[in-house]
């Protein structure tokens, strides 16, 4: 079975601090991605990743940043926090190539930030 | 402009009550359209793959359709802890330089109650 793992199931942080949100796989998976998803807006896309050390805008980068320095590791980083980045964040990676899983993405647990 | 929508927002069913969920999409060509299952609290599990108009998938009281325009999930007999957020997402043909992106609808909150 897949599996992604996030670092941290529930984050509080001040105003102004540097966040650094972690997710790994293990399954060998070219893409990952992180989300933020809020009620009644859905799940946005902040950034995304195909290739190690590449990286692309989603939807809503403002405000964020990514490092992907290792295949299974993919860091989500909000470089000075804000109370509107108070939000769940999910992780998901997938296969590019293969078989009939083609292109699904599987998610981690998801982390509650929420940010004072 | 929203490229996949889902219908209804919420549904309320009495269990035993069949019902199905829609999920309507506007991308040119599709690659994929995938459902999920997402508990309160918990990130989205996936479901199912369709790749082809007529195509059909099934697992326990779950049953997912393709046509060219739109995908439906039919729950037939629905229990309790059928209760959740199903959310549907489509890979589009047409994003050559975002391979692997997914667009992800809304989501059906469906309640099911004994």
């Known amino acids: 079975d897949v599996k992604v793992t996030q670092s941290s199931r529930y984050l509080v942080k001040r105003t102004g601090e540097k966040v650094f949100l972690e997710c790994v796989q293990d399954?060998?998976?070219?893409?990952m991605f992180w989300y933020r998803q809020d009620p009644g807006l859905g799940l946005r896309l902040i950034y995304f990743?195909?290739?190690?050390?590449?990286?692309e805008k989603g939807d809503i980068p403002e405000g964020y940043s990514v490092s992907r320095e290792k295949k299974e590791r993919f860091s989500l980083i909000l470089e000075s926090a804000s109370t509107n980045q108070t939000s769940m964040y999910l992780c998901?990676?997938?296969?590019?190539?293969?078989?009939?899983?083609?292109?699904?993405?599987?998610f981690g647990p998801g982390t509650r930030l929420t940010v004072t | 402009e929203d490229q996949v929508t889902q219908s209804p927002e919420a549904l309320r069913l009495q269990e035993g009550e069949s019902s199905s969920l829609n999920c309507s999409y506007t991308v040119s060509g599709l690659r994929g359209l995938f459902w999920y299952r997402q508990d309160p609290g918990k990130g989205p599990e996936f479901l199912f793959t369709?790749?082809?108009a007529g195509e059909e998938k099934e697992k326990e009281r779950l049953k997912a359709t393709l046509t060219k325009k739109e995908s439906f999930l039919h729950i037939t007999a629905p229990k309790p802890e059928d209760s959740a957020t199903y959310l549907c997402a489509v890979h589009p043909a047409d994003r050559g330089s975002t391979l692997g992106r997914l667009y992800f609808g809304r989501g059906t909150q469906l309640t099911v109650w004994p």
């Open positions: 990743s195909y290739d190690v050390k590449m990286k």
């Open positions: 998901a990676s997938s296969l590019t190539t293969g078989g009939s899983t083609l292109y699904e993405q599987y």
């Open positions: 369709l790749y082809s």
């Open positions: 399954m060998d998976h070219e893409n």
